[in-house]
C-alpha cells in the first residue's frame, strides 16, 4: 500500500505542473497525475481512505486519510 497522506503532507503544497500559470485553479494544492497532467482523476473512498486515480491509466496518485471531527454544538 502506498504511504498515505495526512493534513500536514499537504499543507503548504501547490501545483507543480510543469509551465502552468495557475491560473485555471485557486491557490493551494492542485491534484493531478504524473504521468498524465491533462488527465482528469478519479477520486474513491473506503473505509476512511480517499484515493485519487489517473484517469487515463487507472495509477494512483495518492491516497488521503480522511478523519471526522465532532463539535459540540451546545451553549451553556
Known sequence: MRQILVRRDLDGHSCDVPG???SGHPEGLAL????HPA???QVFYAEGVLTVKCGSCKSVVCCISVGSVHL???RH
Open 20 to 22: 502552468c500559470t495557475h
Open 32 to 35: 493531478h497525475a504524473v504521468c
Open 39 to 41: 488527465a482528469t482523476l
Open 72 to 74: 459540540n454544538t451546545e
